[in-house]
Structure formats: structure tokens, C-alpha cells
């Protein structure tokens, strides 16, 4: 029997989906063929997917060095997306959220954040804001063992907002 990197009971992040957990793996025959799938159920909301094995679509909880390279990129204070339009920025934010590249998140929660305290932000950079706050608290939180809101309290800190 083949090996599989995650195993039931494991935690991983959907790129784009957040942190999921795999509750069971199961073959179905698809095309007259026979796969695996994981059974996921996304933390944030308890949603089920079920996605190939083979799909490479998880990865592990980031590592201690990559925490430490988030809250990096979180405390520059400079804007990775220069562009004007704000749906231009918004198209290159959805690609880093997309990603699934924590440092990417980081990027755009950090942008957001400078870029909310000289203007207001368009409808829908509120809610990638959100989307990306949302992706890494609950990351972070289980990579240092942390209850979320003591993550977002390092981001107030951080952008010296209110949460």
C-alpha cells in the first residue's frame, strides 16, 4: 500500500480554503478507475471536500522558521502592490491569497492594513482583509499552539489597530 503524506486525524492547509482536517480517506471508482480521496472538513465553517490524494493540493502547517518569516514580512512597512487601481491590487492579492503561500498572506494583510490607514478601503479590499487576517490567525494559532484571539492581538500590536 502506498504512502500517503497525510494521514487521518492530520492537520494541513487547502491553499486558499485554510486549515483543514483530514477525517477520513476513501477510493472511489471514478471513470471506471479507482482513487483515494481525503475527506476534509475546513475548520473555519465545518464544510466537508473531498479532494484526490494524488492532487497535491495540501501542504503541511507552516514550520517555526516560517512563522518567523510571516511575522517578518508582517512588521515591514512597506507595500508589496503598487498598483493604482484598486482592482488591479485586488486581482494581485487574490492570486497571493490563492497561493496558499503563508509569506503571500502575509503580504496582503500587511498591504491592507498600511494601505487602511491612508484611505478607505473598496468593498472588496475589506473583504480580502478579512479573508487573509482569517487564513493566517487560524494557521498561526495551530502552528505555536495559540488561541486565535492571542494571535490577533499580535496583529493590533503589529498595525496598532483595533481588532
Sequence with gaps: MESLPFQVGDKAVY???????????????????????????????GMKVMIPTGANALREIMSPAAVQEVF???????IAVESTTWNRRYREY???????????????L???YLLKNDKDLSFGERKMLDTAKALLVKELSIARDMKENEVENEFVDIFQVTA
Design 15 to 45: 491553499p486558499a480554503h485554510g486549515v483543514v482536517e483530514v477525517t477520513d480517506i476513501e477510493q472511489k471508482e471514478v471513470g471506471g478507475e479507482t482513487h483515494k480521496f481525503y475527506i476534509l472538513r475546513m475548520l473555519d465553517n
Design 94 to 108: 487574490k492570486d497571493k491569497i490563492d497561493s496558499g503561500d503563508p509569506k503571500q498572506i502575509a503580504e496582503v
Design 110 to 112: 500587511r498591504d491592507l
Design 72 to 78: 517578518e514580512v508582517l512588521r515591514e512597512n512597506k
